[in-house]
C-alpha cells in the first residue's frame, strides 16, 4: 500500500501568519484530498486536490484561505492563510491509489495550533 | 449533499461483548460505505467497506450490513477486545468524495 508523509506533523503559529503544508506519497495516485479534523470532531472535507489543475473546495471553504496546490501525482500542498485561533485543527491528506475507486487513505496529519 | 447521521456517539461495552454502531445517509446516489478506525492521535484507518451491489461483508471479527431501501449501514464487531477502543467513523460517497459521520467513541473495558 501507499506511504503516506506530511509535513510538518505539528506546528504553532501566530495568528496572522501563513502555513503551507505538504502531502507526499510514494506512489502515483489518481485523487488526493485535503480534511480538516477540529478537536474531538469529525472529519470535514475541504478540497479535491486536482492535478495541474485548481482545487475543487467544498461549501465552506474557498481558495483564498486554503490554496492547494497539486503538481503532479505525488505531491500536494495545503496553505493556511491569514490564521486565526479558529483554524486550530488536525489537518489530513488522503489519496486513493490507483488502481481503487472510492476507497481513500489517510496521511499521519498535521497538528496544527494558532496562538 | 450528502448527509450521513451515526449512533451512538459513546458505546461502551464488556470484553467479549458484541457493538453495533448504526449510519444512515440520504443521498440514494451514494454508493461505497467504508469505515474508519482512529485512536488517539492516529490518523484513521480504513477497517471494512462495502459497495452498494453487496449487502453484508465480513472480515474476522468485524462486519458490515447494508440496506439501500432503507440507507442504513451498520458496523458490527463481535468478541470485542480491549484494544477495539477507538473512535469509529462511518462515511458514504457518491463517486470520490467522502461524507463522513460524526463518530462514535467504543469503550472495550477487561
Known amino acids: 500500500s501507499a506511504v503516506i508523509s506530511q509535513k510538518p506533523s505539528r506546528d504553532i503559529c501566530q495568528r496572522g501568519t501563513s502555513l503551507t503544508i505538504q502531502c507526499q506519497v510514494d506512489s502515483q495516485v489518481t485523487m488526493m484530498f485535503w480534511y480538516r479534523q477540529q478537536p474531538g470532531q469529525s472529519l470535514t472535507l475541504i478540497a479535491t486536490a486536482n492535478q495541474g489543475s485548481e482545487a475543487t473546495y467544498e461549501s465552506g471553504f474557498v481558495i483564498d484561505k486554503f490554496p492547494i496546490s497539486r503538481p503532479n501525482l505525488t505531491f500536494s500542498t495545503l496553505t493556511v492563510s491569514n490564521m486565526s485561533p479558529e483554524d486550530s485543527s488536525i489537518y489530513l491528506c488522503?489519496?486513493?491509489?490507483?488502481?481503487?475507486?472510492?476507497?481513500?487513505?489517510f496521511g499521519p496529519g498535521t497538528r496544527l495550533t494558532v496562538l | 449533499g450528502e448527509n450521513v447521521e451515526q449512533h451512538p456517539s459513546t458505546l461502551s461495552v464488556q470484553e467479549g461483548d458484541s457493538a453495533v454502531i448504526k449510519c444512515t445517509y440520504s443521498?440514494?446516489?451514494?454508493?461505497?460505505f467504508p469505515w474508519y478506525k482512529q485512536e488517539l492521535g492516529k490518523r484513521p484507518q480504513l477497517i471494512i467497506d462495502?459497495?452498494?451491489?453487496?449487502g453484508e461483508k465480513k472480515d474476522q471479527r468485524i462486519a458490515v450490513t447494508l440496506n439501500k431501501t432503507a440507507k442504513h449501514f451498520s458496523l458490527h464487531i463481535t468478541e470485542t477486545q480491549p484494544e477495539d477502543s477507538a473512535v469509529y467513523f462511518c462515511?458514504?460517497?457518491?463517486?470520490?468524495?467522502?461524507?463522513f459521520g460524526k463518530g462514535t467513541m467504543l469503550l472495550v473495558s477487561p
Open positions: 443521498d440514494s446516489a451514494s454508493n461505497y
Open positions: 462495502i459497495r452498494s451491489n453487496v
Open positions: 462515511a458514504a460517497s457518491g463517486y470520490s468524495t467522502l461524507t
Open positions: 488522503s489519496l486513493t491509489p490507483g488502481l481503487s475507486y472510492n476507497e481513500q487513505f
